[in-house]
């Protein structure tokens, strides 16, 4: 059972460069998001996509395209590489929200995060 | 989705219970309190989340105060593999896209033999 798997792992590019971060989910869900992870400050939605087919900016979208490629894969562009684009890259699924027991709390909802894409720019 | 404050860092010695407190004063009534963990270099791991009873798993139990406005997540007999950063978080379970959910910087556990 992989579940959230990135590609690639680390990766060093110059000012001006593109460069695509693949990821792919083996568990079915619905929703696929990618964040940003910087020193000193907490992760940041760049992007998210709540179906295959659709996507939507996050709280950090400038830089950045996306493409929902079908529901496994969700893959993060950087047209022109920026040195404050220098961060580590985490993709998230999340599983499909539904209501069990009675003490009104849920089973699901929670995020599955990837191993993260160091990426630096120089 | 509410904004949470946690302790920037905590100790804890090896096979002692790890209590990281959380303050989520603005929660709302439709908004549950989730925690992760990150181990150095990897991806956050769900922990454990709750709405307004106290919940324990595998990995932990999570303590809601009455109010709802804090809580506490309880490693009942820590190890030196339990050495994260611990991020409580409060979102509504049909939020939908998480693009207003505040991670900020957690509470780094230092685990000690």
């Known amino acids: 059972n992989a579940g959230v798997t990135q590609t690639p792992k680390f990766q060093v590019l110059k000012t001006g460069q593109s460069m695509t971060l693949q990821c792919a989910q083996d568990?079915?869900?619905?929703?696929m998001y990618w964040y940003r992870q910087d020193p000193g400050m907490g992760l940041r939605l760049i992007y998210y996509?709540?179906?295959?087919?659709?996507?939507d900016k996050g709280e950090v979208p400038n830089g950045y395209n996306v493409s929902r490629l079908n529901k496994r894969e969700f893959s993060l562009r950087l047209e022109s590489a920026a040195p404050s684009q220098t961060s580590v890259y985490f993709c998230?699924?999340?599983?499909?929200?539904?209501?069990?027991?009675?003490?009104?709390?849920?089973?699901?909802?929670?995020?599955?995060f990837g191993e993260g894409s160091r990426l630096t720019v120089l | 989705d509410a904004k949470t404050t946690q302790p920037p860092s905590m100790d804890c010695a090896e096979g002692r219970a790890a209590n990281l407190p959380c303050n989520h004063s603005?929660?709302?009534?439709?908004?549950?309190v989730y925690w992760y963990r990150q181990i150095h270099s990897q991806g956050p791991q769900y922990i454990i989340h709750?709405?307004?009873?106290?919940e324990t798993n595998e990995m932990a139990s999570l303590i809601i105060t009455e109010d709802r406005k804090s809580s506490t997540l309880i490693l009942p007999h820590a190890t030196l593999r339990d050495t994260a950063v611990y991020y409580c978080?409060?979102?509504?379970?049909?939020?939908?896209?998480?693009?207003?959910?505040?991670w900020g910087l957690g509470t780094s556990l230092g685990v000690n033999p």
């Open positions: 709750g709405l307004k009873n106290n």
């Open positions: 978080i409060v979102r509504a379970i049909n939020a939908g896209n998480n693009r207003k959910l505040i």
């Open positions: 996509s709540a179906s295959e087919g659709t996507t």
């Open positions: 998230a699924s999340r599983a499909d929200s539904r209501t069990t027991g009675t003490s009104g709390s849920s089973n699901t909802g929670e995020l599955f």
């Open positions: 568990m079915n869900h619905n929703s």
């Open positions: 603005t929660i709302s009534g439709n908004e549950y």
